[in-house]
């Protein structure tokens, strides 16, 4: 079975520019989130969507925005980008909502360079 | 604010040898622990978890201890092998709050034949 799959690998955006990530889920899995990973520090929760439905936002500008559509795949956008947006955006499934402490399954990334 | 913390960037062991992995939270709230083990080019990978009601939780080589009066929790790796090598993330969430995984900054492990 395929894990996750996140599209495109590596991504060159100027200042100001728009971006669109992709996500797609193991098969089954019902729940998606994506967490950004700056050079140097862990990875850090940006937003979870379980069913469609925004279940947890973390602490990012309104500029961060995601969505969750009926095959459970996701995208995340970000507007307006930022130097500081350069860093590795990791999306993670699973097969409910979380709730039971099940574990993520985390794709390989995006890698992000806004110039 | 950093909620979970690994103080050591670096840990070098030699094959076979045990590899101890530290993490310290503040938020007492926590209830649940995960290590995530990670290649270069590849996401995190789970290795393995601990309930805030256990103090151990044992899967082969690896052993994870949680000392709650502490806040602190160590990964021990027993014997380390060369294909141990990556970076490793302590993870901590509140079971309440959804599935937000806070993450320590990640300590780079490098076992040595």
């Known amino acids: 079975d395929a894990g996750v799959t996140q599209s495109p690998t590596h991504l060159i955006k100027t200042r100001g520019q728009q971006v669109t990530l992709r996500c797609s889920p193991i098969s089954g899995h019902k729940s998606v989130s994506w967490y950004q990973q700056v050079l140097g520090q862990g990875p850090q929760f940006i937003f979870q969507?379980?069913?469609?439905?925004?279940?947890g936002r973390g602490n990012f500008p309104d500029r961060f925005s995601a969505r969750q559509f009926p095959n459970y795949s996701s995208e995340l956008n970000v507007n307006a980008l930022l130097l500081g947006d350069s860093a590795l955006y990791l999306c993670a499934s699973s097969l409910l909502e979380g709730w039971m402490n099940e574990k993520l399954f985390f794709g390989s990334g995006t890698q992000l360079s806004v110039l | 604010d950093q909620q979970v913390k690994q103080n050591s960037p670096s840990l070098s062991v030699q094959e076979g040898r045990i590899s101890i992995l530290n993490c310290d939270y503040t938020?007492?709230?926590?209830?649940?622990f995960l290590w995530y083990k990670k290649y270069p080019a590849e996401g995190p990978t789970f290795l393995i978890s601990i309930s805030s009601i256990k103090d151990k939780n044992e899967d082969g080589r690896f052993t994870v201890f949680l000392n709650k009066s502490a806040k602190h929790l160590s990964l021990h790796i027993v014997p380390s092998q060369p294909g141990d090598s990556a970076v490793y993330f302590c993870a901590a969430r509140v079971t309440n709050s959804g599935y937000a995984l806070n993450f320590g900054k990640g300590t780079s492990l490098l076992v040595t034949p």
């Open positions: 938020n007492s709230m926590f209830d649940y």
């Open positions: 969507y379980y069913e469609k439905e925004e279940r």
